[in-house]
C-alpha cells in the first residue's frame, strides 16, 4: 500500500476506530492503524480498537486499507433525463441513500459516494435506457473510511 498518499486527520471521521498497536502483524496494511496515526491536534480522547481484538495474528477489527475513487454531486448524471423519468429516479435514489435530507447531501456534493453506491445509481440509470453521460460532477482519490 502507498503510506506517501496524502491524508490529513481532517479526512478521517471521528467515529473511525483508531488502532494503536504497532506491534500487530496487520498493522501495516490496516486503515484503523493507519488513523491512529493521524490524530486531531488537541483530540485526547475517541473510538479505539482495544487489544482484546487481537485473536493471535488476526484482528476482529482489522479494516484492510484502500483507495478509492470517490465521486461528488450528481447534477451531472441528471442533466439528460427525460422529464417522466425525473421523479421516479430521483425517488429511488432517496430511497437507496436514506431519504429527502441525505440525498440533497449527496446531490450537492457535501458527502461522498463510495463506489459501491456509484455503480447503484449508474446501473440504475441504464436500467431506465441511460448509457451516456453517467457521471458525477467530481471524482476524488482518498483512503477509504467508510
Known sequence: MDTNFPLTPEQIPPSFERCFQSDCPQAATCARYLAGQHIPAGRVAGPAVYPTA???????????TRIMHAAYGFKT?????????????RNRIK???????????????ERLLTPEQQQWIVNLF?????????WFDEYRDLYDFT
Not at 95 to 109: D, E, F, P, S
Not at 126 to 134: A, D, H, I, P, S
Open 54 to 64: 487481537r485473536q493471535g495474528d488476526k484482528c476482529v477489527k482489522y479494516k484492510r
Open 77 to 89: 448524471i441528471f442533466a439528460e433525463v427525460k422529464k417522466k423519468d425525473d421523479t421516479l429516479l
Open 95 to 109: 430511497a437507496y441513500l436514506g431519504g429527502n435530507t441525505t440525498y440533497y447531501r449527496y446531490h450537492r456534493g
Open 126 to 134: 441504464r436500467k431506465y435506457g441511460y448509457t451516456e453521460n453517467l
